[in-house]
């Protein structure tokens, strides 16, 4: 059992409990709808509670809440009297209850769970029946769907024992069947794709692919094309200046200390004195 059902088995039990104080606070009157006043944390869920005779549950049904039980329904065990907790937990239901990827709820979950109320006086000792049997018509759930909403591409959902879901086809707008209690929901599927749009989709996939590949061998092309041209411009530079070199006037040496220094083996002019004149004594 995964965490999201422990908690929404733990939520049905601590549901039953203020549901029946409900009832003890008016008095156990039977076929009036009560709703219960819950903590704040567990703010967004409404819950209320019906007690029947189950003579008259035989005979006329009922018709509370989101739910339309028709007569000739019979709670298994039986059992004097009856009481019905209804649910709706709200923006909470994704909390407990879960569908597929490739649905989306877009209801909250209802639900309604049958116990035996034949004695108030032990409240936590009030049993879940085990179900319900229809000899005639089913049980009628009744959603308020959001606007907008395809209903073609909409199904109804119960949610088993274990979390599973089991999915069955909307026969009328906003109105799902079932034969048992449980909790309940409407889902969306999202459509498939069409073929010739997987196909579509396919190519620029690959065509996006090819492009990523073209685009990394052209940088690296470019990359090493631009530092070809670098190295041969370089070597230009450097064949342009030894050729420099080697055509001009070259120097003698000498070392100084330790260092190798340039040396002119001549002078290019001779020294000549400006005026021919004896310097006077």
Same mark, same amino acid.
């Given at each position: 059992?995964?965490?999201?059902?422990?908690?929404a088995h733990?939520?049905?039990?601590?549901?039953?409990? !203020?549901?029946?104080?409900?009832? =003890?606070?008016?008095?156990?009157?039977?076929?009036?709808?009560?709703?219960?006043?819950?903590?704040?944390?567990?703010?967004?869920?409404?819950?209320?509670?019906?007690? =029947?005779?189950?003579?008259?549950?035989? #005979?006329?049904?009922?018709?509370?809440?989101?739910?339309?039980?028709?007569?000739?329904?019979?709670? #298994?065990?039986?059992?004097?009297?009856?009481?019905?907790?209804?649910?709706?937990?709200?923006?909470?239901?994704?909390?407990?209850?879960?569908?597929?990827? +490739?649905?989306?709820?877009?209801?909250?979950?209802?639900? %309604? @769970?049958?116990?035996?109320?034949?004695?108030?006086?032990?409240?936590?000792?009030?049993?879940?029946?085990?179900?319900?049997?229809?000899?005639?018509?089913?049980?009628?759930?009744? %959603?308020? =769907?959001?606007?907008?909403?395809?209903?073609?591409?909409?199904? $109804?959902?119960? %949610? +088993?024992?274990?979390?599973?879901?089991?999915?069955?086809?909307?026969?009328?707008?906003? @109105? $799902? =069947?079932?034969?048992?209690?449980?909790?309940?929901?409407?889902?969306?599927?999202?459509?498939?794709?069409?073929?010739?749009?997987?196909?579509?989709?396919?190519?620029?996939?690959?065509?996006?692919?090819?492009?990523?590949?073209?685009?990394?061998?052209?940088?690296?092309? @470019?990359?090493?094309?631009?530092?070809?041209?670098?190295?041969?411009?370089?070597?230009?530079? @450097?064949?342009?200046?030894?050729?420099e070199a080697?055509?001009?006037?070259?120097f003698d040496?000498?070392?100084?200390?330790?260092?190798?220094?340039?040396?002119?083996?001549?002078?290019?002019?001779?020294?000549?004195?400006? !005026?021919?004149?004896?310097?006077?004594?």
């Amino acid at each position: 059992m995964n965490n999201n059902i422990s908690a929404a088995h733990s939520l049905d039990i601590l549901l039953q409990k !203020y549901a029946f104080k409900e009832l =003890l606070v008016h008095n156990r009157r039977t076929g009036s709808l009560y709703h219960s006043v819950l903590p704040t944390n567990l703010t967004g869920i409404r819950v209320s509670v019906v007690r =029947l005779r189950s003579g008259s549950f035989w #005979i006329r049904g009922a018709n509370f809440s989101n739910f339309r039980i028709p007569p000739r329904v019979k709670p #298994i065990p039986y059992v004097k009297r009856l009481a019905i907790v209804y649910q709706n937990l709200g923006n909470l239901s994704s909390h407990y209850y879960n569908v597929p990827g +490739n649905y989306s709820m877009v209801t909250p979950v209802i639900g %309604f @769970i049958v116990y035996n109320a034949t004695n108030l006086n032990n409240v936590n000792g009030m049993k879940k029946l085990a179900n319900l049997t229809t000899t005639r018509n089913s049980i009628s759930i009744h %959603f308020r =769907l959001p606007s907008g909403l395809n209903i073609s591409q909409a199904k $109804c959902v119960k %949610f +088993n024992e274990d979390g599973s879901p089991h999915f069955s086809e909307m026969k009328h707008p906003n @109105i $799902c =069947l079932t034969n048992d209690q449980g909790h309940f929901a409407v889902v969306t599927v999202r459509p498939e794709p069409h073929p010739e749009k997987k196909k579509k989709d396919k190519r620029l996939l690959v065509w996006l692919i090819v492009s990523i590949v073209f685009g990394v061998f052209a940088l690296l092309f @470019i990359g090493v094309l631009g530092f070809v041209v670098y190295r041969i411009v370089k070597m230009r530079r @450097i064949g342009a200046m030894e050729n420099e070199a080697e055509n001009g006037e070259a120097f003698d040496t000498i070392w100084v200390g330790n260092s190798k220094l340039p040396s002119a083996t001549s002078m290019r002019t001779n020294p000549i004195i400006e !005026y021919s004149e004896s310097a006077p004594y």
